[in-house]
């Protein structure tokens, strides 16, 4: 098995928008939840969103409700992580990340540091600055 890989990261304006990818190789959508996490300098990582499935919820930091939206492409083995409005605060290494679905339908891994989930894919640097 493949750990997931994100990629899309880069340099925007605020209020921009940017598209992050995960491919989760190895994966199956009806085992893993995938979503993503992100960690500024000088602070703790954070969960900023994980994709829904039958059973689990599609959840979002409250810091970015309204601005992000994750999406998934089944076929593809890929989750999308489509950022607008984008904030100097959202400013951060991104990481996609999965875990064992049968876990999340008990408990949202996505709330706090990400201990526990089961994959992490490489970081991808997201700067928002003019």
């Known amino acids: 098995l493949s750990a997931a890989a994100g990629v899309g990261g880069g340099l925007v304006q605020p209020g921009g928008s940017l598209r992050l990818s995960c491919t989760a190789s190895?994966?199956?959508?009806?085992?893993?939840?995938i979503g993503w996490f992100r960690q500024a300098p000088g602070k703790e990582r954070e969960g900023v969103s994980r994709?829904?499935?039958?059973?689990?919820?599609?959840y979002y930091a409250d810091s970015v409700k309204g601005r992000f939206t994750i999406s998934a492409d089944s076929a593809k083995s890929t989750v999308y992580l489509e950022m607008n409005s984008l904030k100097p605060e959202d400013t951060a290494v991104y990481f996609c990340?999965?875990?064992?679905?049968?876990?999340?339908?008990?408990?949202?891994?996505?709330?706090?540091?990400?201990?526990?989930?089961?994959?992490w894919g490489k970081g991808t640097q997201v700067t928002v600055s003019s």
């Open positions: 994709m829904g499935t039958i059973d689990v919820s599609t």
């Open positions: 190895g994966l199956s959508f009806d085992e893993y939840v």
């Open positions: 990340a999965a875990s064992w679905v049968v876990k999340e339908r008990h408990t949202n891994g996505w709330r706090g540091k990400g201990l526990g989930l089961d994959y």
